[in-house]
């Protein structure tokens, strides 16, 4: 489906100004063998903006992250639209209506995605410089070998992976964990993707390491002006790198606001017990921890 600018789809609660956004979710609905996990999800991300979506465990964040690029397969049932501002002032397209072969196009090269357990992402028997260059060609077809290997190196370089060159032809069980999501993130960013999605990238990372991702990341998204949904369960986390912050719960949003706002005085009370739940150096170590309710 395509809509003109003139003649976008209104959807409750949302205003004209919001379908002006690079992706606009509308009123989003996924069902798994007739259980409902998103529930009515309607949220915006302006070009260059980097919102959070933050909530626990089965509350519909990664599913309704899955659905932006089509990733979801033949169980899920959808229903909402998902729309995505085309380059160069084209028509908005509905994500959620288009063939195959146009979301392939569009999947690594317009919008990408980097997952949270690298090792599980990544091909085992296949050099990393191969998987990273393998990216690149897939939507440069007319590259040389010799051209994807070179932009394979440089995508490895910015992200500070040492001597990729000469580490080009390594496997990844050869690269410590942090090492192994810079590699997606290289993945994800050859193809200079207009919307990165990362969904939980440093869960399965140490605090150390899941500091200079959050870093990593957040320099490249200044440096390039990149256009970013952030995923997770950990409300402080998702405060430091995105602008904006939607909650959800059950499969819906619950609340969404600027990050300073939400992280400071929360008006729903799902997203003040989220806050309290987070242990901190003043936190009684003889009292138990704070449930979310």
Not at 6 to 17: E, F, K, M, N, Q
Not at 150 to 175: C, N, S, T
Not at 183 to 204: K, Q, S, V, Y
Not at 227 to 250: C, E, K, P, W, Y
């Amino acid at each position: 489906m395509i809509h003109s600018r003139s003649l976008r789809p209104s959807v409750a609660g949302i205003g004209y100004d919001d379908l002006m956004s690079l992706l606009q979710i509308c009123d989003l609905h996924i069902s798994f063998h007739a259980t409902e996990a998103v529930r009515g999800v309607s949220v915006h991300i302006d070009e260059g903006e980097v919102l959070g979506l933050v909530g626990e465990s089965g509350s519909g964040k990664s599913a309704t992250a899955l659905a932006i690029p089509g990733l979801l397969g033949p169980s899920a049932q959808i229903t909402g639209q998902i729309l995505w501002e085309t380059r160069n002032n084209g028509p908005t397209i509905d994500l959620l209506r288009q063939p195959a072969e146009s979301l392939r196009s569009i999947r690594g090269r317009e919008i990408a995605m980097i997952f949270q357990e690298p090792m599980t992402a990544l091909n085992p028997v296949m050099s990393i410089g191969r998987q990273v260059a393998e990216c690149a060609a897939a939507h440069a077809p007319s590259w040389t070998p010799s051209e994807a290997k070179r932009k394979a190196i440089a995508a490895l370089e910015a992200v500070a992976i040492p001597d990729a060159g000469a580490r080009y032809g390594d496997y990844p069980h050869q690269f410590s964990g942090g090492q192994r999501q810079r590699i997606l993130i290289a993945m994800a960013l050859i193809n200079r993707p207009r919307l990165l999605i990362a969904d939980e990238p440093t869960t399965a990372l140490d605090v150390t390491v899941q500091a200079q991702i959050l870093e990593l990341l957040t320099q490249l998204q200044r440096e390039h002006g990149l256009t970013m949904l952030f995923i997770s369960h950990d409300l402080a986390v998702v405060g430091n790198v995105a602008s904006r912050v939607a909650v959800m719960r059950q499969g819906q949003v619950v609340e969404t606001g600027p990050s300073l706002r939400l992280l400071t005085a929360p008006e729903h009370p799902y997203t003040r017990s989220l806050l309290a739940a987070v242990p901190s150096l003043r936190t009684p170590r003889n009292e138990p921890l704070a449930v979310v309710n």
